[in-house]
C-alpha cells in the first residue's frame, strides 16, 4: 500500500515538473518564434513578388543609370535599373533591370527594348518629356515560343510597335532615293503608312523596302495596286500652262511613298503580307499600262548617239512600241570602224499585226513577219524628239528606197536594220548644200555685175531718158488727137452723131418691116406662089 502511495506520488511529481518546465519553455521562446515565421513568411513573399532579372546590350547606354533609370511600356513602369557595366571587351554596355511580375510571359526572342531620347525630326516629335525626367528605357513586349533573359537593345525607334494594327508588303527599286526610315505612305493625300526598313537586294540590283500599311488602308492592297515616290514636285506643262503636284510638305522636304489602284488589264486580287510591288519615279510612270510580254532586238548605228538616254521612247509613227534598255560603243582598231549597238525593248501587247494577230499571243519573235517588214523597207532611225534639250529616241517606219537588208541574229537576238537619223541626214544635207555653193564661181560673177551695172550707166541708162522724152512727146500728141476725137466724134452735136442716129431709126424701121413680112408668112405660106 505504501508502495503504491509512493509511486503515485512519484508520477505525479514528475508530470508536475513536466507541466512546469513546458510553461516556462513557450513563455519564453513564443516571440522569437513568431518573428521567425513572419520573416519567413515576408521573404516567401517579397521571392513570389519579385519580377525577373533581365540584361540589355545597348552600344551605348547615354543618360542611363542604376536605381534610376526605369523600363516603360505604354508610360506605366514595367521594370527598373538595377545596375550599368560594360562587356569583357568594352565593345557595349551591358544594362541590368529587374522587370515586373507580370512582364515575365513577354520575355520572348520577339521583345524588343530601346533608349528613349529627345528626338525632333520633321517626320515626328518624341521623347520630349525626357528633356525633365530624363532619359528612360521602352519596352515593345510580345509573347514567343522561348523565355529570353538577354536582349540586344537597338539603336534606333521603331518605326511601328507590335499592337499596331496593319500589314507589311515590300517595295523594290532601283535606289533608295530620298527615301528614309518612318517616311510616310499617301493613298489620295491621306497618311496610310510609313516605312519600316530598306536594305540591298541579293543580287545587288537593286533596293528592298519593306513598308508597313495601316488599317483600314491594308484592305486596299489588291496584286495590281502601284506605288510609286512622291518626294519632291512633279511638274507638267501642258495647254492649260504648269501643273505643279506634290503630296505633302513632309514629302517634298524627307521624301515619302504614295499608291493607288489604277484601271489594269490584270485581274484584282488581295495582296498577301509580305508581297512584293514595284516603285515606280512618278505617278505617270505607274499610272501607265504595263505588260507582261517583251521582246528584245539589237540596232547598230555609226553615228553619234548624243542625247540618247535608257529609257527613251521605241516608237512607231509616233505610237510607243517600247524603250532602249542599253547602248555601248564597240570599235575595231584594224578597220579604224566603230559603232553603237543599241537594246530596245519591244512590247508586242501593245500592237496587233494582221492577218498573224493569233500568232501574237505566242512568245518569242514571228520570223517570218518581221523579215517581209525589213523587205518592205521596216527600219530603225534616230530621231529628235525635243529642239530645246536634244533628246533622242528610236523611230521605226516604214522607208521607200533604201538599200536591201536581210534578217540576222547577233548574240542571240534579231538586228533590226538602220537608216542614218534625222541630225545625220541633216548634217549631210548642209553639208552638200555647203559643197555647192563653193563651187558656185562668185568672184567672176561680181564682176560681170560690175561690168553690166556700169554698162547701165553709161549707155542704157541715156537711152532709156530719151525713150522716155519721147514717150511723153507721144502723150502730148495723143491727148490732142484725143480732144478732137471727142469734139469731132464724142460731143452730141456732131454731124457724126447726127448721121448715126438717122441711121439707127432707118434700121429700127427696117427691121420691123422685116418682121411684119415674116409674120404673115408664117400665116399665108401660100401667098408666095398666089401673091397676096
Not at 505610237?319 to 519591244?346: C, Q, Y
Not at 521607200?400 to 544635207?429: C, F, H, M
Not at 561690168?451 to 502723150?475: E, G, N, V
Request: no cysteine; hydrophobic share 40%; glycine share 6%.
Amino acid at each position: 500500500m505504501k508502495q503504491e502511495n509512493s509511486h503515485f506520488s512519484s508520477e505525479n511529481i514528475e508530470e508536475a515538473l513536466w507541466q512546469e518546465k513546458r510553461k516556462r519553455i513557450s513563455a519564453v521562446w513564443i516571440v522569437p518564434i513568431v518573428a521567425l515565421i513572419v520573416g519567413a513568411w515576408l521573404i516567401v513573399s517579397n521571392i513570389n513578388a519579385k519580377g525577373p532579372v533581365i540584361q540589355i546590350t545597348f552600344q551605348s547606354a547615354e543618360g542611363v543609370k542604376a536605381g534610376k533609370t526605369v523600363i516603360k511600356y505604354k508610360d506605366i513602369e514595367v521594370g527598373k535599373v538595377t545596375n550599368v557595366a560594360f562587356n569583357k571587351d568594352l565593345s557595349s554596355v551591358i544594362v541590368t533591370a529587374e522587370m515586373t511580375k507580370n512582364m515575365k510571359p513577354y520575355l520572348s526572342e520577339k521583345s524588343k527594348f530601346w533608349i528613349m531620347k529627345a528626338r525632333v525630326g520633321l517626320n515626328q516629335v518624341e521623347g520630349l518629356d525626357t528633356l525633365l525626367s530624363g532619359v528612360y528605357i521602352v519596352m515593345d513586349p510580345e509573347k514567343g515560343l522561348q523565355e529570353k533573359k538577354e536582349f540586344e537593345g537597338l539603336d534606333t525607334i521603331p518605326v511601328i510597335s507590335t499592337d499596331e494594327k496593319g500589314t507589311r508588303y515590300f517595295l523594290k527599286a532601283q535606289d533608295i532615293g530620298s527615301i528614309d526610315l518612318g517616311s510616310p505612305i499617301y493613298y489620295k493625300r491621306l497618311n496610310a503608312g510609313r516605312v519600316i526598313s530598306y536594305h540591298l537586294s541579293k543580287d545587288s540590283r537593286s533596293v528592298e523596302i519593306e513598308i508597313f500599311i495601316k488599317a483600314p488602308f491594308d484592305k486596299l492592297i489588291y496584286n495590281n495596286t502601284r506605288f510609286w515616290n512622291a518626294s519632291g514636285i512633279t511638274a507638267n506643262i501642258g495647254a492649260d500652262g504648269v501643273e505643279l503636284h506634290t503630296e505633302s510638305l513632309t514629302a517634298l522636304l524627307t521624301g515619302g511613298l504614295a499608291f493607288d489602284n489604277f484601271i489594269t488589264q490584270q485581274k484584282e486580287e488581295k495582296a498577301s503580307k509580305g508581297h512584293y510591288f514595284t516603285l515606280y519615279q512618278t505617278q505617270k510612270e505607274a499610272k501607265a499600262l504595263h505588260y507582261n510580254r517583251e521582246l528584245y532586238f539589237w540596232v547598230y548605228f555609226q553615228s553619234s548617239v548624243r542625247g540618247l538616254s535608257e529609257g527613251a521612247p521605241v516608237e512607231f509613227r509616233g505610237v510607243k512600241i517600247g524603250e532602249v534598255v542599253s547602248f555601248s560603243l564597240i570599235g575595231n582598231a584594224d578597220a579604224a570602224k566603230f559603232e553603237i549597238p543599241i537594246l530596245i525593248k519591244i512590247e508586242p501587247e501593245r500592237f496587233m499585226i494582221l492577218p498573224h494577230k493569233n500568232k501574237n499571243s505566242k512568245k518569242g519573235v514571228n520570223e517570218s513577219v518581221l523579215q517581209k517588214l525589213i523587205e518592205k523597207g521596216f527600219r530603225a532611225q534616230l530621231k529628235s524628239g525635243n529642239l530645246l534639250t536634244g533628246e533622242l529616241y528610236i523611230d521605226l517606219d516604214m522607208y521607200q528606197n533604201v538599200p536591201s537588208a536581210t534578217l540576222v541574229k547577233k548574240e542571240g537576238l534579231y538586228v533590226l536594220p538602220a537608216v542614218p537619223g534625222t541630225i545625220e541626214s541633216l548634217k549631210s544635207d548642209i553639208q552638200t548644200l555647203l559643197d555647192r555653193l563653193a563651187s558656185v564661181p562668185f568672184e567672176e560673177i561680181g564682176k560681170e555685175l560690175q561690168m553690166s551695172i556700169k554698162d547701165l550707166r553709161t549707155s542704157t541708162i541715156p537711152k532709156i531718158d530719151a525713150t522716155i522724152q519721147s514717150t511723153d512727146s507721144m502723150m502730148k500728141n495723143a491727148g490732142t488727137t484725143i480732144k478732137v476725137l471727142q469734139k469731132n466724134y464724142l460731143d452730141s452735136n456732131a454731124e457724126i452723131n447726127k448721121k448715126i442716129i438717122k441711121l439707127i431709126e432707118e434700121m429700127t424701121k427696117t427691121s420691123r418691116s422685116v418682121k411684119n413680112l415674116s409674120d404673115y408668112l408664117e400665116r399665108h405660106p401660100d401667098s408666095l406662089l398666089k401673091g397676096k
